[in-house]
């Protein structure tokens, strides 16, 4: 069987002009699959595939949410923590028209509009994580002080 190619995505250019060291993950992507399925297939606990959530605020400014695999985001917390009164996740379409990915593809990085990025703030104390590299089916195994170095996200505890 031939390897598969690392695709090229907007993500990938980013990591590599800002010289950081990353592992190409490819798996069988599963529509609606989400952090349980990659898990699975890369043989890691769903707590260190990073979930990118994109949502938006009530007067609808987009943001981008970091969150462990196995976690779920406190929109009324997060909401609360940066001053809003509601956060709610982006539809699809929105998503991608924010991104430039395709859901189930999002990566936080090289993304087609800047937003500010929020982190659930144990994801920093990692020895490694997982995220989305841009496209289904393709993660990126990285160190997240080289996420925190480039994103500058702000660090929070909004996890339920």
């Known amino acids: 069987m031939a390897k598969e190619k690392t695709p090229v995505t907007p993500a990938g250019r980013v990591l590599r002009a800002a010289g950081v060291s990353f592992t190409d993950h490819l798996y069988a992507y599963e529509e609606k699959g989400g952090t349980a399925v990659s898990a699975r297939e890369l043989g890691v ?10 949502m938006e605020d009530e007067a609808k400014k987009p943001l981008i949410v970091l969150m462990h695999g196995d976690r779920q985001v406190s929109t009324r917390e997060l909401a609360r923590a940066i001053g809003v009164k509601s956060i709610a996740p982006c539809t699809p379409e929105t998503a991608n028209r924010h991104s430039g990915y395709l859901v ?5 990085f090289g993304t087609r509009r800047e937003m500010p990025v929020y982190m659930e703030e144990t994801i920093a104390g990692l020895p490694r994580i997982y995220l989305n590299g841009g496209k289904r089916g ?22 339920i």
């Open 45 to 54: 606990d769903e707590h260190v595939v990073i979930k990118t959530l994109i």
């Open 104 to 108: 189930g593809g999002t990566s936080p």
């Open 138 to 159: 393709y993660l990126v195994g990285i160190d997240p002080q080289d996420v925190v170095r480039l994103l500058k996200p702000t660090l929070m505890r909004v996890a």
